[in-house]
Nanobody
C-alpha cells in the first residue's frame, strides 16, 4: 500500500516536496516511480528510482527541476519539486514495480498511491 501526500496550492517558482509512504517489509525491493495526471490528459511519467536509490531517471519536462529520492529505512520515496510552473498543476501519483520494465508507462507499475493534488498559481 502506498500513501502519497504533501500536495497543495503554491505559487509559480515555489518548491514542494511530496513524500510517498509504503507499507510492508519489501519496500526496498521495488523500483519506485512518480507520475502525474492533469485534467483531460493521460498519466505522465516523471521520474523513477532504483531499489537502492543509486539510479534515477527523469522525464525531459522535469529534468533539472525535480529530484526523486528514497529512504528505505522509512519506506518512503520523495519527489522534490523546484521552480514550479503553472503547467505542473496535476494530481501526482507514486507507484511501485518489480522486475525489469520500461518504467515509463503506467502499465509497468503494479501498485499505486491514491494521488495528491498540486496546484500552481501565478
Amino acid at each position: 500500500q502506498l500513501q502519497a501526500s504533501g500536495g497543495g496550492l503554491v505559487q509559480a517558482g515555489d518548491s514542494l516536496r511530496l513524500p510517498c509512504a509504503g507499507s510492508g517489509h519489501t519496500f526496498s525491493a521495488y523500483v519506485m516511480g512518480w507520475f502525474r495526471q492533469a485534467p483531460g490528459q493521460e498519466r505522465e511519467f516523471l521520474a523513477r528510482v532504483s531499489w537502492s536509490g543509486s539510479v534515477t531517471e527523469y522525464a525531459g519536462s522535469v529534468k533539472g527541476r525535480f529530484t526523486i529520492s528514497r529512504d528505505n529505512a522509512k519506506n518512503t520515496v520523495f519527489l522534490q519539486m523546484n521552480s514550479l510552473k503553472l503547467e505542473d498543476t496535476a494530481v501526482y501519483y507514486c507507484a511501485a514495480t518489480s522486475g525489469l520494465r520500461d518504467y515509463h508507462l503506467p502499465s509497468d507499475y503494479a501498485y499505486w498511491g491514491q494521488g495528491t493534488l498540486v496546484t500552481v498559481s501565478s
